[in-house]
């Protein structure tokens, strides 16, 4: 029995700040973001928006097709939790209305955790395979003003539907990990913005794609050259071209550059204008390459790399389905992108700086989202959502 993506789908905020924008404000050449790390966009939450409705927006699509009933469990990755103790994906099992017996639980282990929850979802369908499960995958990327981090933020959510015999994404059982105590990006309880060592941070990613990959290919079996595309995490775009010009150079593939971009241009196009969302961004750089490759990807084996900081890595492989194309939502996510706004420098301080009240006290947040779903109130310490 084959087990894997059989829907997949992602929604990002209405507004972004173009790094251009950034940059000029910043006094220095825009095509440091465009060209020198590979980005064009940032997307910024709205103040009625957060992970959970982001992940409630991205899932239902999918919840209106196959009913809220036939989901079984609701896996829920994030790194940017708003509680302590409840899972965030409590609050999306309400608003998609899925039924009281199934269950919801929240993973964390940085950007890695939704590939974590992938596993964990392919694992449950191979016990109970007409029971599919929802995964989703939820983050908003914060940094400190004018730290290098800055133009690397971001926000979105991917949600997908884990079943057996996919329309989409056979995901094969091999995986290579690599795991390692550093410390090279965290975010201390008493942050919201993350603290990170950036040279650092793109060392210890690709020291851990060489790990990974060592791990995957000798346990698998699975060369270089029998893998057609590569999805890398996305921190930003050029992480991934750097990240596959060493497995290419690992591996003596010998191939051009041009060989190389073909292998994972296609992959990019959404994060660059979306920015780091984190645990959803290989995943929103999956959804990217079944939408704009102009290729066939029918039978195509994709290679794998998710990445989380501290960190734990991950090298596995899937292979695309027949008919793949009549299961994807390409226009519904070209309209998230194109019906955005764009931010002045000012607007994007207004978001920026909003720090989510503490005092217990009864605060309405302004209806800003055109999304189906909004943070309407924080109340008494709770977080009230509902359906627009
Ligand atoms: P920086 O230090 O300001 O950038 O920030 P830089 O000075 O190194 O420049 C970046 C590139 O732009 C360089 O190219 C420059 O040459 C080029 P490279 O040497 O890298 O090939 N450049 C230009 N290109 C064209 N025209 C110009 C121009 N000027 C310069 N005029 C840094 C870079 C990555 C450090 C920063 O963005 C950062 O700290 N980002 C956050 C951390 C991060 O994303 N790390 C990635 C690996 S860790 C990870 O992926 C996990 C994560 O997602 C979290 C999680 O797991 O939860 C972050």
């Not at 609050?91 to 590939?115: D, F, M, P």
């Not at 302004?366 to 999304?371: A, H, N, Q």
Request: net charge negative; aromatic share 10%; proline share 5%.
């Amino acid at each position: 029995m084959s087990v894997g993506i059989d829907e997949i789908s992602f929604y990002t905020s209405g507004q972004y700040l173009d790094l251009k924008t950034l940059a000029q404000q910043q006094g220095i050449d825009p095509n440091k973001y465009y060209d020198g790390i590979g980005q064009e966009k940032m997307a910024m939450p709205s103040l009625d928006e957060d992970i959970v409705t982001l992940a409630a927006n991205a899932a239902l699509p999918i919840v209106e097709r196959v009913g809220p009933d036939a989901i079984a469990a609701l896996l829920f990755a994030t790194e940017t939790g708003i509680d302590q103790s409840k899972a965030a994906g409590v609050y999306v099992h309400r608003l998609l209305g899925l039924h009281s017996n199934s269950r919801v639980i929240e993973l964390k282990q940085a950007c890695y955790s939704a590939t974590a929850a992938v596993q964990m979802a392919c694992a449950m369908v191979a016990r109970q395979p007409e029971r599919p499960i929802l995964v989703i995958a939820s983050d908003v990327a914060r940094y400190d003003l004018e730290s290098p981090g800055e133009a690397t933020q971001g926000c979105g959510a991917v949600a997908m539907l884990i079943s057996a015999n996919p329309r989409i994404l056979e995901i094969a059982p091999e995986v290579g990990n690599h795991t390692e105590d550093v410390m090279d990006f965290w975010r201390p309880n008493y942050r919201s913005n993350a603290l990170v060592d950036g040279k650092y941070s793109t060392k210890i990613y690709l020291k851990s794609l060489k790990r990974s990959w060592e791990n995957y290919t000798e346990l698998s079996g699975v060369t270089y050259d029998e893998i057609d595309y590569f999805c890398y995490h996305l921190p930003f775009g050029k992480m991934a071209q750097k990240a596959h010009s060493q497995l290419a150079r690992v591996n003596r593939s010998g191939q051009t550059p041009e060989e190389l971009e073909r292998q994972i241009e296609p992959t990019l196009i959404y994060n660059r204008a979306i920015g780091n969302s984190y645990t959803a961004s290989m995943y929103i750089g999956l959804c990217s390459l079944l939408e704009n490759s102009t290729d066939d990807l029918t039978a195509k084996r994709i290679g794998f790399f998710s990445y989380g900081s501290g960190c734990v890595a991950e090298f596995f492989a899937g292979v695309v389905q027949p008919n793949y194309r009549s299961a994807l939502h390409p226009q519904k996510h070209q309209k998230v992108l194109s019906e955005r706004v764009e931010l002045s420098h000012d607007e994007y301080l207004r978001l920026y700086h909003f720090a989510n009240p503490t005092d217990g006290g009864e605060h309405p947040m302004p209806e800003e989202t055109r999304g189906r779903f909004r943070l309407a109130t924080i109340s008494g310490h709770k977080r009230e959502y509902i359906a627009r």
